[in-house]
């Protein structure tokens, strides 16, 4: 496999978004079915469901208005906060690498603006997720339940606390870097379930974590660039 580094730009801005948009039509399809096919497909992305979840899934709808021209480029996108929507091809991989699958329970921690937590949605039976600051969860559980999401439930609060009240989960995704393994999350895996986490301070590494009978095997997948994972609520 070759080695690919996922760029993830913080960029500390106000951002407005119109909640209305949710559910309007849109004359993306196109962009989003050339993201699919160009950025996805082409670059080894085989998961039939997640393809369809992608395509699906209108990321224009996530992003600030001012910035939904770029919203199927192949790059993350700020949305403020100092967060970031994650870039189309790295949703699909982690979500293909996690072998999320019809039924299962699986939790994210730092929904943002949501849009994995949607693509997740797709797929699995029950998403929970978790986001740190108040204003980005509050958001997102709007856009979530306007946008008939009724299999996903948002909490505010510290990821690295994970959601001890519905372990243990099929799979775990982590979508910003701690600087070491988070083992409270690995806890609450249940056996045969898989974490999926980017980890380092500096130099990060997509991991692939999967629960045994006897402890947690550890796969190293791709080099990466999250947004750190921090500890604690932020109002």
Known sequence: MKKLIITMFIVVIGFSFDAG?????????????????????ARGVRDERVLEALYKVERHLFVPDRI????????????????????????????????????????????????????????????????????????????????????VKVKWGDGYKG?????????????????????????????GGRMIVPVGRFYQELVLVTRTDSGFERKRLLPVRFVPMLKGEKG
Do not use: C
């Not at 997740?120 to 946008?147: N, Q």
């Not at 701690?178 to 895996?189: A, I, V």
């Open 21 to 41: 948009a949710v559910g309007r039509d849109s004359n993306y399809e196109m962009e989003r079915k050339q993201m699919v096919d160009k950025q996805i497909k």
């Open 68 to 151: 939904k021209g770029d919203a199927y480029r192949d790059r993350p996108l700020p949305i403020g906060h100092g967060q970031t929507i994650s870039q189309p091809y790295i949703v699909a991989y982690m979500t293909e690498a996690a072998e999320v699958k019809p039924g299962d329970r699986v939790l994210e921690i730092g929904t943002g603006s949501g849009y994995q937590a949607a693509v997740l949605a797709e797929i699995a039976g029950e998403v929970y997720t978790i986001e740190r600051i108040k204003p980005l969860a509050e958001l997102s559980a709007k856009r979530l339940k306007d946008m008939g999401y009724g299999n």
């Open 163 to 191: 959601w001890e009240e519905f372990a243990p989960y099929d799979v775990i995704i982590v979508t910003a870097a701690p600087p070491d393994m988070p083992g409270e999350l690995q806890s609450q895996l249940k056996e």
